[in-house]
């Protein structure tokens, strides 16, 4: 079902009309023509059933005993077709946050995941009739995607050349806009956003993780540290022989080197030891 265009017209002359056959009633009640105060009874009735307010941002779905007919979407007063069904749908923008969820990612670690997801109604008649309640639709599908993207991928990428959920929060949350807006098609939503607002391992493997994590960044640490002293010996040594500064025998140059390192890659400064020479 597709949203359609209704049939409607200016309501404060619907009024006007209305207000008139209400008084041609009561005359010809009063004067006793009974069959034609029942008659204008019956179109007052008519106009009356006809009107509906529609508010900014809100549009009436319009049905005539049982068949949807169309929708008013333009905000005001209006008379439409008489003696039907006038559902509110709201257009404004909504937001859905949703639980936090307990889901396992693709390395089978115990994540907790929560997202919202701005959304709005495009089309009125798929909102009301092609779903038993939106919004409940809405809720339920979102927290289903979430489910599903959160376990395509691990929480972190240790080697960090991969993709992760936390490295790549953006492009995980424009995943999940895509796979929630393909599954609330049928209900004519749009999603405007989806953001992730928690992500966190579960408090069962947190502490583990947290080691983890910190044992990670010490390796990474200290291959950097490494690499930039083995190229500030490699450039001393260069140096030294480039400038005829001193000779050094491999000897020599080994012990050099040992000392180089072991200044340069411990985590305390280094005390030198100054040799003054022998008494021999």
Do not use: C
Not at 250 to 271: G, P, Q, T
């Amino acid at each position: 079902m597709i949203e359609k265009q209704v049939w409607k017209m200016n309501g404060f002359l619907a009024l006007f009309l209305a207000l008139f056959m209400l008084v041609g009633s009561i005359y010809a009640f009063f004067v006793f023509q009974i069959t034609l105060g029942l008659v204008l009874a019956v179109i007052f009735a008519v106009f009356v059933s006809s009107v509906v307010v529609v508010q900014p941002n809100e549009a009436r779905a319009i049905t005539f005993f049982g068949k949807y007919i169309g929708t008013v979407r333009d905000s005001g007063f209006w008379m439409t077709v008489p003696f039907t069904a006038k559902p509110i749908v709201s257009l404004r923008v909504s937001n859905f946050n949703s639980k936090m969820l307990k889901v396992n990612d693709t390395q089978g670690n115990p994540i907790e995941i929560a997202a919202v997801i701005v959304y709005r109604v495009v089309d009125t008649a798929k909102a009301l009739f092609e779903v038993n309640d939106y919004e409940q639709f809405v809720e339920i599908q979102s927290e289903t995607a979430l489910r599903h993207v959160a376990t395509k991928y691990p929480y972190d990428d240790f080697n960090e050349d991969g993709y992760s959920l936390r490295g790549n929060a953006d492009q995980v949350a424009n995943e999940l806009a895509e796979e929630i807006q393909e599954r609330l098609k049928a209900a004519g939503v749009k999603v405007i956003e989806a953001r992730l607002t928690h992500l966190a391992y579960a408090t069962e493997i947190a502490s583990a993780m947290l080691q983890r994590q910190q044992a990670a960044a010490i390796i990474a640490a200290r291959q950097k540290i490494v690499e930039g002293a083995v190229g500030m010996v490699q450039m001393a040594l260069e140096k030294l022989e480039n400038e005829n500064i001193v000779a050094l025998d491999d000897e020599r140059k080994a012990v050099m080197i040992n000392n180089l390192m072991v200044a340069i890659v411990s985590e305390h400064a280094a005390a030198p030891v100054i040799n003054a020479g022998s008494l021999y």
